[in-house]
């Protein structure tokens, strides 16, 4: 059991029989009054963020979450298809419980599985990947690395800002928790 006091960012809690993760909190202390604490958390079942308020103390279970190794094989168009590392076993997650995540996959990637009750819902990425940039506007004589930036569409599809220096061909690091450029590998 989890209580308020526990609360940290990306801690996951089970909230009405279904698994959340905590994506920020504060303990608020009224002049007057309980203790509370402000939380918003997101539903890993359907994506939904919700802003609650909970009494300090509460309790909540840990959810029936198992996460396992895996990379990723390819796209259907309705899921992302992925082996588990250890077993070989084949699974699917539907497009709509990765949003944004499924930018950063590319064919052998290593990833973590989240597992509620048995089926995958969600992904945990490494923190950095490198993409090639397949799309940008060419770069122009005097563009300097503290320069401005431009939009460059990358192998996966993904559409990020990069310095104007970079150019098609180029094989860029990207933050996968923040979606920026880091730096040019290649």
Do not use: C
């Not at 799309?135 to 990020?160: F, Y």
Request: glycine fraction near 10%; charged fraction near 30%; charge should be negative.
């Amino acid at each position: 059991m989890y209580s308020t006091t526990d609360f940290r960012r990306g801690l996951k809690i089970e909230y009405k029989g279904e698994p959340y993760e905590i994506i920020d909190f504060q303990h608020v202390k009224p002049g007057k009054g309980a203790a509370f604490v402000k939380t918003r958390m997101k539903n890993l079942l359907t994506g939904n963020v919700l802003d609650i308020n909970f009494r300090s103390g509460d309790k909540f279970p840990k959810p029936d979450l198992e996460e396992r190794e895996a990379q990723y094989l390819y796209s259907d168009g309705e899921g992302y298809w992925f082996m588990d590392v250890e077993t070989y076993d084949q699974f699917s997650i539907p497009a709509a419980n990765l949003g944004e995540k499924a930018g950063y996959l590319q064919e052998g990637i290593q990833v973590k599985i989240l597992f509620y009750r048995g089926n995958a819902i969600d992904i945990e990425l490494p923190n950095f990947v490198e993409l090639k940039v397949v799309e940008t506007e060419p770069g122009v004589r005097g563009d300097t690395v503290s320069g401005g930036s431009k939009p460059a569409k990358l192998e996966t599809g993904l559409v990020v800002n990069v310095p104007l220096f970079i150019n098609e061909g180029d094989i860029i690091k990207i933050d996968t928790r923040t979606g920026e450029y880091v730096e040019r590998i290649g």
